[in-house]
């Protein structure tokens, strides 16, 4: 059975600080990782990674893919009070066109304080 | 609206009724999901429509649950019998599944919150 751990679970830092948040993953097939941030509602998308070893980067927020060792971190630095929020992590398998969806973890919460 | 559309919003219903989501994707978009959140879970799958090939239906949690997409566009999931488990918000989304390239970015809408009594 797939499954996704993420971890810490919640975490609260100040303004400015450095966060890390990791995802670690057993999958059979795998074929990409996604991060996404979820406020409210609805997830929005952050990063795909498929390929090991190459960092994603959009502003203060990068991320890289360990396929040896089969896990990712999410970086998020200069945090400001908008970055609070839960980040969800999912895996999508090789099968069959994704016909099994993605398998996400519980997510870590994520709460910057001023 | 260009986003995934969901109605309705929040539905609050009694034990024992049917109940029906509706999803409207993003035009052109081929996959579609829905998925379950719990409070305190990580998103749970449902159902996968992608064109006009037979669903996967794997996720669904019980035979009270079942999906249609008609037109290869809009997508009711419907609830039978809801039970009190039930409650959850009910995400749908859609994206361009190119044929077996895989799906990469998803775009979710806002959700479905349906709460048992």
């Known amino acids: 059975e797939d499954k996704v751990v993420q971890s810490p679970l919640s975490l ?24 996404y941030k979820q406020e409210k509602k609805a ?3 952050l990063f ?5 070893g190459i960092e994603k980067k959009s502003g203060r927020l990068s991320s890289i893919l360990d396929k040896k060792e089969l896990f990712s971190i999410l970086n998020i630095t200069a945090t400001q009070t908008g970055d609070s929020a839960i980040y969800l992590c999912a895996v999508e398998a090789e099968a069959g066109g994704g016909a099994d969806g993605l398998t996400f973890g ?3 919460h994520l709460i910057i304080q001023p | 609206g260009a986003g995934v559309s969901q109605s309705p919003s929040n539905k609050v219903t009694e034990k024992g009724k049917d109940v029906e989501l509706r999803c409207d994707p993003i035009s052109g978009h081929t ?3 829905w998925y379950r959140q719990s409070l305190g879970q990580g998103l749970e799958f449902l ?4 064109g ?7 996720g669904l949690p019980s035979d009270r649950f079942s999906a249609e997409r008609t037109g290869g566009s809009v ?16 995400l749908c989304a859609s994206s361009l599944d190119l044929a077996g390239a895989g799906f990469g970015e998803l775009f979710f809408g806002e959700g479905s919150r349906l709460t048992v009594l």
């Open chain 2, 75 to 90: 997508s009711t999931l419907t609830i039978q019998r809801t039970q009190q488990e039930d409650s959850a918000v009910y």
């Open chain 1, 12 to 35: 609260v830092v100040h303004e400015g600080d450095t966060v890390t948040l990791n995802c670690s993953y057993e999958v059979t097939n795998f074929r990409s990782l996604l991060w």
């Open chain 2, 52 to 58: 006009n090939s037979a669903p996967d239906k794997s």
């Open chain 1, 48 to 52: 795909m990674l498929t390929s090991s």
């Open chain 2, 31 to 33: 996959a579609l999901y």
């Open chain 1, 106 to 108: 519980k997510g870590t």
């Open chain 2, 47 to 50: 159902i996968y429509f992608q």
């Open chain 1, 43 to 45: 997830p929005t998308f």
